[in-house]
C-alpha cells in the first residue's frame, strides 16, 4: 500500500544548494540521493509504543497500522464510551478529528529526515457521510510537501473500505514550533528517552 505513495516535494535550504553548486560529486556509500527518513527503521506494520508519546490517542485506543515513507494509517476501535450520537451509535467527530490529526502528524514524521516538533496550523475534515455504527474507523495520511516550515497533508477516513470513504481531510502543519523538539524522538533507540 505505501510503495505507491509520492514522495513529497522538498525546498532545498540555501546552504544545501551552496554546497551542491561548489562540491565536485564523488562517490560516498554513506551519502545517498535517496531521501533518508527519521523514522525509517520503524516503517511497516505499526508497533504499541507509536502512541505512547501522545496520551490522548492513547487514551482514545488509537492504534498505528502502518507507516512509510510520507504516510500513516492508523486505526480507531469502535468503543461505546466514543458514541457521539446515542440514537444512531455514531463516533464522536472530535474522536474522528483527533484519528485523522494523530495519523497526519505520524505522516509528516514519516516525511522529516530530523524529527521536528509538529503542530497543527489548520485540519479542515470533510464529512462525507455518517461511519457506520460498529466498525473500527481507520484514516491514511499522506504527507505531500515539505517547506522548511510547514507540511502538507491530505487523507481519508473509512469504516469498511478505503474506496468508500466517510471524510477526507486536508491540513498545514508547522515544523519546528515547540522549542523543546518532538516527541517522536522517544521512538529512536539509544535517545535515552524511549518509552519501557
Given at each position: ?16 544548494g ?15 540521493d ?11 506494520p ?19 497500522v ?29 474522536a474522528i ?5 494523530h ?6 514524521a ?8 509538529i ?28 517547506t ?41 533507540p539509544g535517545?535515552?528517552?524511549e518509552?519501557?
Open positions: 500500500m505505501g510503495a505507491g505513495s509520492p514522495e513529497p516535494e522538498r525546498v532545498p535550504t540555501a546552504e544545501a551552496a554546497l551542491a553548486s561548489t562540491s565536485p560529486r564523488r562517490y560516498n556509500p554513506a551519502v545517498s535517496e531521501p533518508r527518513y527519521a523514522l525509517g527503521f520503524m516503517f511497516g505499526g508497533k504499541p509504543d507509536m502512541v505512547s508519546f501522545t496520551p490522548h490517542a492513547q487514551r482514545l485506543g488509537i492504534q498505528v502502518e507507516t512509510g515513507p510520507c504516510f500513516a494509517v492508523v486505526r480507531l476501535p469502535y468503543r461505546t464510551e466514543l458514541i457521539g450520537d446515542p440514537g444512531r451509535k455514531v463516533i464522536f467527530g472530535g478529528t483527533t484519528l485523522l490529526d495519523a497526519s502528524g505520524l505522516a509528516i514519516c516525511s522529516l529526515e530530523e524529527l521536528r516538533a503542530a497543527t496550523i489548520d485540519l479542515r475534515v470533510d464529512y462525507l457521510r455518517a461511519a457506520e455504527p460498529g466498525l473500527d474507523l481507520t484514516g491514511r495520511i499522506d504527507c505531500y510537501r515539505v522548511r516550515n510547514v507540511a502538507f497533508v491530505r487523507g481519508t477516513a473509512w469504516d469498511r473500505r478505503p474506496d468508500d470513504p466517510f471524510a477526507s481531510c486536508m491540513g498545514s502543519f508547522m515544523l519546528g514550533a515547540n522549542p523543546a523538539g518532538s516527541p517522536f524522538t522517544r521512538l529512536i535517545d535515552g528517552t518509552q519501557s
